[in-house]
């Protein structure tokens, strides 16, 4: 007859201990794997999960125990009408550990703690642990907030280790305020560093977090918080003793700044104070038409900008108190358009005492459309070495539409067999030579030019060169071949 259970399995930790049973048995898994002809465990054919009896089809396989981070395996026979009975000697020893963070305490679930042994093994869990090991030496180690202990622990096969660790960490609460009972709803940071500098001066960042009401857990000692809103940075020293939570408060002596600069596409605060090198501090800057930022009291200039032009404005900020700050720019819109062109150049009409207008701004392309200063200016537009321009007025908050035309046409010189193409002015200089324009080295040319008449000269090398006549017409292609002497 086919047996019910045709395997019985004892399991132990250690030879002759006593049977494992309940929550270690629970977590306790058999699979039968089948043998490949050179014996080798093949695939697992059955398993059973926390018995140790059960009907498995008969067969001679590898049975693999698996406790935790301990495998031993055996081979077995099994048969169906006979009730095969094994052993499994683990040769494995229990950690049972819990972390406290303070005397008489309960575990702390955000206690953490890591196994690491020989041949890789690894285990990591939080708060507590019952758990089987191979036996042999381990280190263990520990952590909570900041708090962190490391040791060597001994697993004993058939032994369970008995581990309370107390970390005895405080706990402080951060909270920043713009002033003495105005709490800081918006985001807030808290960098905590230790207190004492380091042989470099400086001192070790230890962590960071976010939020009102941050409350890490940290080992005693001595500390500064440094807490930052917006702009408002404000450090407090504080000491941490074990099994303490406890307020830290940091007043920021801070406000709110609100700027806004209608059509602005920056804003830039400073400190209203010059230093000694007669500039002002840069605060903050922040791209778009308004800002909204926390900043210690005191006064600042917003300085807004739109394309070229730009205004400033002087505001003073009171702790826990918001500022409104517009900042208005007077400024017109100047869209220019040069078809054919390769590049627009914005100048100022008023020459300087260098007798040049100045370079305002200068964009690629066919078309540009900048915000400019109310006022009169010059659109210069280029296509190769043909250049025209345009006077044209920017009036506050109009748009100017300026278009300039360029008159151009392209010479086209071919010459096979030439090192280098140049183009030269008709007339004759005082120096009894003809101005040079542009040159390209090779047997092809294409020169951007004004309307007019040119001379196109190709060099051959070793002295030898030719040269041909070209009159350009507006807006046509000329094509010219020259032919080596």
Known sequence: AVLEDNVALTLRLAPG????????LSDTYFEFWSLRPDGAPD????SLAGELAGQIPAGKYIMRTT??????EQPIELSETDLTKAEVILDAGVLSLQILSEEGGTPDPDAGWEMRGAGGIQNAGFEQTFRAFPAGEYELEVKLGEMRAKES????AGEVLEKTIVLGVGVPVFTAYYAEGVP???DQSFEIVAAKPGVDGLRESIRTDYGAGSDPQMPPGDYVVIAKVGEAVVERPFTVKPGQRF?????LNAGIAAISAPNGDAIEIFGAKKGLDGQRSSVRTDYGDSLEITLPAGDYVASARAGEASAETLFSIKPAERTDVTVTIAAGMAAISAPGVTEIEILGAKTGLDGKRPSIRSDYGEATER???PGDYIASARAGLAIAEVPFTVKDGERTEVSVVVPFGVVAVSAPGAREISIYETKVGIDGKRPYLRGDYGETSDSTLPPGDYVAVADFGDGISAEAP???PDGQRVEVTIAKP
């Open 184 to 186: 800081v709803e918006t």
């Open 371 to 373: 915000m400019l200063p």
């Open 247 to 251: 307020e830290v408060p940091v007043i």
């Open 470 to 472: 070209v009159t350009l």
């Open 153 to 156: 622990v001994v697993i004993t």
């Open 43 to 46: 695939e697992v054919v059955h």
């Open 17 to 24: 201990g006593a049977e494992v049973d309940g929550r270690l």
């Open 67 to 72: 406790l935790h981070n301990v495998v031993v």
